[in-house]
């Protein structure tokens, strides 16, 4: 019995993120940007960023956007959907 390998799609760090003056907080997906955050959210995030790993940071980034696995997709690509 062979065992796959799933290469995780956070290793690319395909997640970015850049702070304004003004206090918005702009987050990027594969350089395009995905989602704006302000007032209390960009806050939030800000201190949840702080201090994180890179894969910490992508992960936290994944969660918000809703844009992360969510453990079904080997069962589909393994039927060929």
Known sequence: MSVETFENPLDENPFSFREYKNGKISIYWKEKEVMILKGKNAQK???????????????????????????????????GR
């Open 45 to 79: 995030f800000s201190s949840q960023i702080e201090n994180t790993t890179e894969f910490e940071a992508q992960m936290i980034m994944a969660k918000l956007t809703g844009n992360f696995k969510r453990g079904n997709e080997r069962v589909a690509k393994l039927k």
